[in-house]
């Protein structure tokens, strides 16, 4: 309360009055737009903005079920308060007896966005890209000009990179609508991760350049330390514009197709208890995640046969992949680190410890001086790319990131972390009681590429009911014995000289469930991670792109449903198989390219 007084006050930059989105009055909705773009997230909002930048006789309705973006999620360091807030959906995974285990119910929190920017307002505003490869293997798997090289211009064209050393990089560029920055404050602890990363012979390198393999600080969507959400960065500039009308608060519950010519020719949607219907001249465009992208084809009768029948949705086209195909980078929590501060005065920030960084003195560096520890991400300070024994050896396709965090669950108190992820009380009191507030820190592993495949489906046919989430992780076997090659890298690190200056060890305090393993081992981790089982929130493939002979294929190349006339998907449920790192850069280029294919073929008629 005292940090948003204080930013009403004192931060009209944060306030932004002037270029905040305003929802269009529904007196002044027209009833028919040449696009209509469902989902206001980190796709929609570059659709909206580059459709109606094209061609300015072009009219755009983008509908949002969430509002503005609050002046709280600017501010970089209380992102996870963001999480259960109402500018999340608040999904939970359905319950599991293999991953999960020590959550909450058996059963995973996944945030994602229900405001105007989606996830990248409740995200950790880091900008990766992936690898090359992954978006070579996208053509490989039969989709045209998916690959690296015809990507590459799509990552640069929204970006307004301001990292001095990465200014003349062939592989950034200046200028666009997205900043991209170093996160304004970082712990000293930082700096150890990256010299411990030396001393294990890694290189400290751009990892969206030449090379992924390496050690590096983290970089974000930012500006001016600030988050720069893809609704800030795209949407407010263009929302004055005549031909792009917003609505926000505006839930769609079903696309309409004409059965006989399969045509997608309108939407309904529900704004202040109202039902409304609006058409489409040209094309409707689905960008509302790999959640509930497939949740609202299904709907609409695009989707499994049988699935439909059983829930009494009439089927308008058969396509057997919507819903399949769900993959997430998922990883292990809680491996945490005891240290001891080489900083003499206790008060003195040398990691992310709750009490010594979140104060009212650290309130007003941020109000008044534009620094502080309010301008970090603890999570993830640094970050590194590395190869387990099961990756080739001899191409830079590295199969585990690691986010080097600052903070741990015992530094928070359970304000953060405990309470993102839905940890219970019984496992937070056994692992962290007794070292409340110590330095600390964690690495968390994540797999990068996994071979598990998950499923939505939905719960019924009513658009509110929240759809079912199954992510089947661990499904396959190898994706753990992956996982487990990360602790014992982790471990490593720790006993460099770097880190031993820190007296780094190991929390010895175990998930009872797991005590009866030798500790720390293959079995121990094993069974660590199916209770601390992290998702990293990237979601990607509900509505797989492919080739027409692939079955499980929803849309093509080009991002147009198979079947159906009218109608594209252009969101992060496209990906074929998800990229190595974050989703949030990817799912943005996806956007420009899929915004110029519309061009391309519009420009014609």
């Not at 005292?2 to 944060?14: A, E, G, T, V, W």
């Not at 015809?150 to 666009?176: A, M, R, W």
């Not at 830079?396 to 965090?405: E, G, R």
């Amino acid at each position: 309360m005292f940090l948003k007084f204080m930013i009403i006050n004192y931060r009209p930059d944060i306030i932004d009055i002037e270029n905040r989105v305003q929802s269009i009055p529904l007196n002044k909705m027209q009833l028919v737009y040449d696009f209509i773009i469902i989902g206001g997230g980190s796709a929609g909002s570059v659709l909206a903005n580059r459709l109606t930048e094209a061609e300015q006789n072009w009219t755009v309705l983008l509908l949002e079920a969430g509002g503005d973006e609050t002046i709280l999620s600017d501010v970089p360091l209380i992102f996870p308060t963001l999480q259960l807030s109402k500018l999340d959906w608040q999904f939970k995974t359905v319950p599991s007896s293999t991953y999960c285990l020590s959550m909450n119910g058996k059963s995973c929190n996944w945030p994602r966005g229900k405001v105007l920017g989606g996830s990248s307002v409740l995200n950790a505003m880091l900008y990766v890209r992936g690898n090359r490869r992954d978006y070579d293997n996208w053509q490989n798997f039969g989709n045209p000009n998916w690959n690296y090289e015809n990507v590459l211009p799509y990552f640069k064209k929204s970006e307004d990179i301001k990292i001095p050393e990465l200014i003349k990089s062939p592989y950034h560029q200046t200028g666009g609508y997205l900043t991209i920055e170093r996160f304004n404050y970082k712990s000293p602890i930082a700096n150890y991760f990256l010299r411990a990363g030396q001393e294990m012979n890694y290189e400290i390198l751009d990892v969206n350049g030449e090379k992924q393999t390496g050690f590096t600080y983290s970089y974000g969507t930012l500006r001016n330390g600030l988050r720069c959400s893809s609704a800030k960065a795209f949407l407010r500039p263009a929302s004055k514009r005549k031909n792009l009308h917003i609505s926000t608060q505006s839930l769609v519950e079903k696309i309409l197709i004409e059965p006989t010519t399969k045509r997608a020719y309108g939407v309904k949607f529900e704004r202040k208890w109202l039902k409304i219907t609006v058409y489409a001249r040209l094309e409707i465009i689905v960008s509302a995640g790999s959640i509930q992208t497939p949740q609202l084809l299904m709907l609409s009768g695009i989707g499994p046969k049988e699935h439909l029948s059983k829930m009494k949705i009439p089927l308008i086209q058969n396509l057997p992949g919507v819903g399949r195909n769900l993959q997430d980078h998922v990883a292990i929590g809680g491996i945490t680190y005891l240290t001891d501060s080489p900083v003499a005065n206790n008060f003195e920030e040398f990691g992310f410890v709750l009490p010594r960084s979140l104060t009212f003195n650290s309130v007003r560096q941020f109000v008044f001086n534009q620094s502080g520890p309010l301008y970090m991400v603890p999570q993830c300070e640094a970050m590194a790319f590395i190869k387990t024994k099961y990756a080739n050896e001899a191409e830079d396709y590295p199969d585990l990131q690691l986010f080097f965090a600052s903070a741990a669950d015992n530094t928070d108190g359970g304000f953060f972390g405990k309470r993102g992820c839905g940890l219970n009380d019984e496992l937070y009191a056994n692992i962290y009681e007794n070292i409340l507030y110590q330095d600390s820190y964690t690495v968390v592993p994540l797999l990068l590429r996994p071979k598990s495949r998950g499923y939505i489906e939905l719960k019924s046919n009513n658009p509110k009911d929240q759809p079912l989430i199954n992510p089947n992780y661990f499904a396959d076997p190898h994706d753990l014995i992956v996982l487990i090659e990360g602790t014992k890298f982790i471990q490593k690190l720790s006993e460099t000289p770097t880190m031993r200056m820190l007296n780094s060890r190991l929390n010895r305090n175990l998930i009872p469930e797991c005590s009866k393993f030798k500790f720390p081992s293959e079995d121990y981790w094993r069974c660590h991670a199916q209770h601390y089982t992290l998702t990293i929130y990237h979601p990607v493939g509900t509505a797989k792109m492919g080739p027409s002979n692939d079955p499980e294929a929803v849309v093509d190349s080009k991002l147009r449903v198979y079947g159906i006339s009218g109608l594209r998907v252009i969101d992060a449920s496209i990906m074929p198989t998800i990229c190595s790192g974050n989703t949030n850069a990817p799912v943005i280029m996806i956007a420009e390219k899929g915004a110029d294919m519309i061009r391309d073929y519009w420009k014609n008629f």
